[in-house]
């Protein structure tokens, strides 16, 4: 009977669905285990066979804790907001909502191929309004809320008015903007509505401010950092510029510090990996120095910079502000206003993310103005420079050229003056700040070393009223608003200019229809194009924007970004259905936060952050029993696609020199190297070469060879779905597949042509993809599951290769066999032998403990080396196979499942106890010792291993087989060494 993998699996996936077999319940005697993927954006692309590697990984590790007694919630949903769709939906006029349904479909059958153990019923959408009425809500805390420093934590609004009624805000100890006034208890109850409604705007976690921002125009939407690549838009490659709007943020900094401890203090609690907690350190940022103050000449106007090096003042000999500070309009010279409005509009055009990693570029322009020096009274020149960045710090820098490496490479650019007086430093090389020493140039400072002239020099500062000790954080606020149509909408309206949060009960503030998804003509987000898009304050609903009255307001015409839903799903899921709360307390309570967390890696900064952020808010607020989501984490690695190129002649071939149309014409990549190792011109490479070239002269008069090399080939990518395993090219594929291929001529390498290859991300854009579809109908799930865990650890890049999958489909045949034959199961009720158990155990072993430490990749070579000595030992008894059945079900739980039902099990393998390790099956109590005669074995005996050296002898010489090889004689000696061999010499 033959391994019909199809209808296996599918019969198991019916199964599973009809039986809700993973459903988790919120109340359980077992102990619970939550595993956790990051969920996927549902694209229309589908899954490509790199998407479901952590998948598997984690449902492998939730089906092992199933098997060891636990309640396992493992959940999947969608992140299905986002730009993709709104982008197609431009295109195309097809609502998101459409596609994304449409996408979501497909994602579901594809999943549910692979044969994930999922939690269905907990599916979650960002996009359904039953979901983002929730996000909505969180907002509106967070918009009620103020971060106390006194407390540590998050509190009510109403406490800081409360606190300002009775004292003003001066002994207030909050998290605010730096430039909030200070009040008296009686200022601020003469305060108007609006002035009030202003001030706590200062205060509040979401708030809104002039914001610089990444601006695209071609989408016309703020695009986050990790959205940008290579200065341009993730989706499209289009421009993006810096420029400042007004934006919903979200004030993370106020958690900066219990974020940093997070990481650092709870080292029992949080199982991370020392990239992923160095990552959020790093991202976080947190910095130690001062703030000091410089005055500038001729201006009222002040520079504060923060610096880590107070010590190193004296050093200073210029300042650099960011291009897009504030005060460079205001402080640049008429003489020198041109260049820096130039250099202003072209650094404008570069993202934070290109001006922070462009480490060699120096560049920058001299502002006019000069600052003086708070102790030397000494004019410093401003310039201006992309290296600085307006939201780091305060967006200028004192330039220390004898103390920083990028100053000086500044200074000596510019031809600015650098001070040498780094005490005990040679310079000429530039500078070394992470000596210590201290730069000094005055009789406080002399002779100390940094640390304590640091806290000198501040001290020092702080008399003259020019700086203080100051704590500072990478970590910026972060902006909440997309200029955008498919994302959540804010619960918001604005009376008299004023932002004013919806009631909860009125929840949730759903999209409106719009005609358009682009920004109106007036430059206003696509929600600017909704017709019924006004909050009426007596019916308490959304209404036509022509209805009049003192009771309309306008609702906020921006959306959330992406990460607003995916900060807290996690909690969602444990109580997907509840319509009353995000999550009722008695589910919260019982799973608390993610035991495992898998994902990949770009995930690791902005993600992780906001989500740490918005479960510290929560637990502040009562709302969660826990202030940390994730437990453990694990990134894992990318599969790599294999891509496909042909190689286009194009020398000689350009538009100029003929007018007729351009040839394409593709060599073999083999030919090519031949033609460039052996310099033998293209027409002496064969007949069809020398044909081809007589054609092409004939086109091209102009045309004349020359040493060929490969600046004379293009490479193309090709559809890896057009070359076989042997890197053949389907020619007639090829010229089918574009239409501007399909006069292509090729130069062929013995008949046929042959591709380059190169391992590269997979891609769409690479043709590179394989679909996992494929791989489940040809070989199955199971074989797709154990192959991606075969490829290689789980946290490192690993390449696809279909042509190994193969050697996986060969073991999952084999293991049938071990079971079935033509005439049905084989299992017997025949006791294990010796080496079975033995078998069995070791692989429960190391299995065990390849699972735990996520070496997936290892137990894949375990099974194989299991089955193989099973087969060799002709085992059919049931209690070993019955056992193996259970070790193998997390990794390929299809044929498991049948295997198990057809040993007689009427429930699941899903729950089956896992099989326990028994030591006393590995201790070896015998050794099967070779017998040799002058130094040849003849034959092998098994003898118990406590046997003595004289019982050894004397057995070997009394068996009959030495008895043959003997023929009468007596061996000289016997050399017996215990536990490894005997040897009989001097038989001559």
Avoid at 132 to 159: H, P
Avoid at 663 to 688: A, L, R, Y
Avoid at 729 to 750: H, S, T, Y
Avoid at 846 to 862: L, Q, R
Wanted: hydrophobic residues 35%.
């Amino acid at each position: 009977m033959s391994y019909h993998f199809n209808e296996i699996e599918k019969k198991w996936q019916e199964y599973w669905a009809k039986n809700q077999t993973f459903r988790a319940e919120n109340s359980s005697d077992k102990p619970k285990y939550y595993v956790l993927d990051m969920f996927p954006y549902p694209s229309g692309a589908g899954l490509h066979v790199g998407h479901p590697l952590g998948y598997i990984a984690s449902d492998i590790y939730a089906r092992y804790k199933r098997h060891q007694g636990f309640n396992v919630l493992h959940p999947q949903g969608y992140d299905s907001f986002g730009l993709p769709a709104e982008q197609y939906a431009i295109q195309t006029g097809q609502h998101p909502a459409v596609t994304t349904e449409t996408n979501v479909t497909r994602y579901r059958e594809q999943l549910d191929k692979i044969g994930f153990s999922f939690d269905w019923s907990r599916e979650v959408r960002t996009s359904n309004p039953e979901y983002y009425k929730w996000t909505q809500w969180i907002f509106i805390q967070l918009f009620n809320s103020w971060y106390n420093n006194d407390t540590n934590k998050a509190e009510d609004v109403s406490t800081l008015i409360k606190a300002f009624e009775a004292n003003g805000n001066a002994e207030v100890n909050a998290v605010c903007d730096e430039e909030t006034p200070l009040f008296t208890a009686e200022e601020w109850k003469a305060y108007s509505e609006k002035e009030q409604q202003e001030i706590l705007l200062k205060y509040r976690l979401t708030y809104l401010a002039e914001t610089e921002v990444n601006w695209c125009p071609a989408l016309g939407t703020v695009l986050a950092n990790d959205e940008i690549v290579n200065g341009v838009s993730e989706r499209g490659g289009h421009e993006v510029v810096r420029k400042k709007m007004t934006q919903w943020s979200m004030r993370i900094s106020a958690y900066a510090e219990r974020l940093l401890n997070g990481i650092d203090y709870n080292q029992d609690s949080l199982d991370w990996t020392d990239s992923i907690k160095e990552i959020q350190r790093n991202w976080i940022g947190k910095s130690q120095g001062a703030s000091v103050t410089f005055n500038l000449k001729d201006h009222e106007e002040t520079i504060e910079v923060f610096t880590t090096r107070p010590d190193t003042i004296f050093g200073v000999s210029f300042m650099t502000l960011a291009p897009e500070h504030e005060l460079v309009s205001r402080i640049v010279t008429d003489k020198q206003r041109e260049a820096v409005e130039q250099y202003v509009e072209a650094t404008a055009k570069r993202s934070e993310r290109d001006r922070m990693a462009d480490v060699k570029t120096i560049s920058g322009v001299f502002t006019g103005a000069y600052a003086e020096h708070p102790f030397t009274k000494e004019p410093i020149p401003v310039w201006i420079g992309d290296y600085v960045l307006a939201s780091y710090g305060t967006g200028a820098v004192m330039a220390v050229p004898c103390g920083d490496q990028r100053d000086y490479d500044f200074a000596k650019h510019f031809g600015i003056d650098i001070p040498n007086i780094l005490e005990g430093v040679d310079i000429s090389e530039g500078a070394n700040a992470d000596k210590n020493v201290t730069i000094a140039n005055s009789d406080f400072l002399n002779g100390l070393k940094s640390k304590k002239a640091s806290k000198l020099a501040i001290y020092k500062l702080e008399e003259l009223g020019q700086g203080k000790g100051k704590t500072q954080y990478r970590l910026r606020d972060a902006v909440f608003s997309r200029q955008r149509y498919w994302g959540e909408p804010f619960p918001v309206y604005y009376k008299d200019g004023m932002p004013q949060m919806i009631a909860d009960e009125h929840l949730p503030i759903q999209l409106p229809e719009v005609e358009k998804y682009l920004p109106t003509e007036t430059g206003e987000p696509p929600l600017g194009n909704a017709t019924k898009w006004t909050w009426c304050t007596t019916k308490n609903e959304v209404v036509e924007n022509t209805e009049t009255g003192s009771c309309m307001h306008p609702l906020e015409l921006n959306t959330m970004p992406g990460w607003a839903g995916s900060s807290w799903y996690l909690f969602r899921y444990m109580d997907a259905q509840n319509n009353n709360e995000f999550a009722s307390k008695e589910a919260l309570d019982y799973w608390q936060n993610v035991d495992l967390y898998i994902g990949g890696s770009e995930h690791a900064t902005g993600h992780l952050l906001y989500s740490r952020f918005w479960t510290k808010f929560l637990f502040d607020k009562g709302l969660l029993p826990v202030d940390e989501p994730f437990k453990k984490m694990i990134n894992q690695g990318m599969i790599l696609g294999t891509s496909a190129f042909v190689y286009r002649w194009e020398y000689g071939l350009t538009e100029k020199s003929s007018n007729q149309k351009r040839k394409q014409i593709f060599f073999s990549k083999s030919i090519i190297e031949k033609v460039i190792k052996e310099g033998i011109f293209i027409s002496e490479i064969n007949d069809e070469a020398k044909k081809i070239y007589s054609e092409l002269l004939s086109l091209h008069k102009d045309l004349k060879e020359s040493e060929p090399n490969w600046n004379h080939f293009t490479a193309v990518h090709v559809d890896v779905s057009l070359v076989n395993a042997s890197d053949e090219l389907d020619v007639e594929g090829f010229k089918n597949w574009r239409a501007d291929f399909k006069d292509a001529e090729f130069v062929l390498e013995d008949g046929v042509y042959k591709v380059g290859r190169e391992v590269e991300k997979m891609s769409k854009s690479k043709f590179n993809v394989v679909n996992p579809d494929d791989i489940c109908n040809q070989y199955g799930a199971d074989t797709l599951r154990l192959y991606e865990m075969f490829l290689g650890p789980l946290e490192q890049a690993k390449p696809w290769n279909t042509a190994g999958i193969t050697g996986v489909h060969s073991f999952l045949k084999k293991l049938w066999k071990l079971y079935v034959d033509d005439n049905g199961l084989k299992v017997t009720d025949t006791e294990p032998t010796k080496d079975n158990l033995k078998t069995l155990h070791k692989t429960i072993k190391k299995v065990v403990e390849d699972i735990e430490n996520f070496s997936f990749n290892t137990s894949v070579s375990t099974f194989m080396i299991c089955v193989n000595e099973l087969t060799h030992q002709k085992c059919t008894s049931k209690e070993i196979l019955e056992q193996l059945a259970v070790i193998i079900a997390p990794y390929a739980p299809h044929i498991a499942e049948e295997l198990w039902s057809r040993l007689g099990n009427a429930d699941s393998v899903a729950f089956a106890s896992f099989p326990k390790f028994e030591e006393k099956h590995l201790i070896e109590s015998s050794k099967n010792y070779p017998i040799s005669f002058d130094g040849k074995m003849k034959f092998t005996l098994e003898l118990p291993l406590d046997m003595s050296k004289e019982d050894i002898e004397k057995t070997v010489l009394a068996h009959e087989k030495t008895q043959q090889l003997l023929q009468g004689k007596t061996p000289n000696k016997v050399i017996v060494v215990p536990g490894r061999i005997v040897n009989l010499v001097g038989l001559k």
